[in-house]
């Protein structure tokens, strides 16, 4: 008998919780393949079979929580097919043509699943098609290794609700809405929190009660840098065959500011201070499981078409569940982008243990005065830098947001400086 534990993911996750078995007991199971899908703090990882063989039994159940190094389920690797199969296998051929036709149908109900049938599917992919009750048999899939993704499950979900419908039969009366309270007239549904919400949750509330953290606001005139985009935006793609965005510029504002106060790109380690001399920048990225940042490395090191691509790859692996560990782990400074959602201002909670992290918001056209007696109406845009107190003073803090602010106002001088 084979054991199958819980691998090893990072220093940081010690456990996690079981999302979905992959398999069932008495399958067959060839090395390599995935069985069971684990919901970690940061990501979601699929366990791999080490060995062939049969599975003969789970040690744990779907949510339970599991620790690395524990055994989750046992592999027999002389096991043959399951006792289904067997009892399938061994029926006796009907003689007659009475019992032909009496064990057609029960043939049909006793379906025997082998590996093969089970359909190739991202996590996410599978985490939504158990939601919205699809069999992921049914959904048709552009992919060339055939493998099922996330957004194949959303419109096979839209396809199922625009196909033609039954004839209507007489109304009936909804049912009622789940009651977790004690007036029947207030109905209310309890849904237990996703391991990673609660992660989200835990994380924020540490992050407020151990920092000092302080908010300062200030606004840009994007004039200068949308001008740019819109003179430089065709030429870009054609040269690099990727959009030229807003994140590039304030990414390269960031590591120019960060380099004149380094203090921002920096953390504390009980009582000594660790000054970093490199720039992985944090991108928040808001996906379904919820608000996630991986970080794009180097970012000193690397050209406007650089972080555009690196930035649209890290959000791309954030929506389809495929970031690693890796991509999580390490950044100095973080940017969020409320503006995307219509947010004005708001006020970035710290990404601890960074010290800093600025928060971009909607560009919104106002009347801005030019002079005693000239106003115009300008792109602007409130930026906030949310930081600890506990090291950063307001001095830097300012200095650093009006460094910012400067460079995307003068986007020559952001070339030179970035």
């Known amino acids: 008998m084979i054991e199958i534990k819980v691998p090893e993911l990072a220093e940081s996750i010690t456990e996690g919780t079981i999302a979905q078995w992959l398999k069932e ?69 009907p003689s007659t043509e009475k019992e032909v036709k009496e064990t057609i149908p029960a043939a049909k109900e006793e379906k025997v699943v082998s590996s093969t049938d089970r359909p190739l599917a991202s996590p996410a992919a599978r985490k939504l098609a158990r939601e919205k009750g699809i069999d992921l048999q049914q959904v048709s899939t552009t992919d060339p290794l055939g493998r099922v993704r996330k957004q194949d499950v959303e419109s096979h979900g839209t396809k199922s609700t625009q196909a033609p419908s039954a004839p209507a039969a007489p109304a009936k009366k909804a049912p009622a809405a789940p009651v977790t309270s004690e007036d029947p007239t207030k109905p209310a549904e309890r849904v237990k929190m996703s391991r990673r919400r609660q992660t989200i949750a835990k994380r924020l509330v540490e992050s407020q009660q151990t920092a000092a953290m302080l908010t300062t606001f200030n606004e840009v005139d994007m004039t200068a840098v949308m001008e740019v985009r819109n003179r430089r935006k065709d030429a870009f793609v054609d040269k690099n065959g990727v959009k030229l965005g807003f ?32 720039y992985d920048i944090g991108c928040a990225v808001s996906t379904d499981e919820g608000l996630v940042v991986p970080v794009l490395r180097d970012a000193d090191r690397l050209s406007f078409a650089g972080i555009e691509r690196g930035i649209g790859e890290l959000g791309k692996k954030a929506r389809d569940n495929k970031l690693s560990i890796a991509d999580l782990q390490g950044g100095t400074f973080t940017i969020t982008n409320g503006g995307v959602f219509g947010s004005l201002m708001s006020t970035p909670i710290l990404n601890a243990p960074q010290v800093g992290i600025l928060g971009m918001h909607k560009i919104q056209w106002r009347p801005v005065a030019i002079d005693q007696e000239r106003f115009e109406n300008r792109p602007m845009m409130y930026i906030a830098l949310s930081y600890d107190h506990r090291i950063v003073d307001g001095k830097e803090a300012v200095g650093f947001l009006v460094t910012v602010k400067n460079l995307l106002e003068d986007p020559e001088n952001l070339l030179l400086e970035g």
């Open 25 to 93: 007991v008495g399958e067959h199971v060839n090395q390599g393949e995935f069985i069971a899908e684990l919901e970690t703090d940061k990501v979601n990882v699929e366990i791999v079979a080490e060995h062939s063989g049969v599975i003969k039994e789970f040690k744990r159940e779907p949510g339970d929580t599991v620790e690395v190094g524990e055994v989750i389920a046992v592999i027999d690797e002389s096991g043959s097919a399951s006792e289904n199969t067997a009892e399938v296998e061994s029926t006796p051929a």
């Open 247 to 278: 994140m590039s510029f304030f990414t390269k504002a960031v590591v120019a500011a960060l380099k004149q106060y380094p203090l921002l790109n920096a953390e504390i380690q009980g009582d000594e201070l660790l000054i970093k001399k490199y």
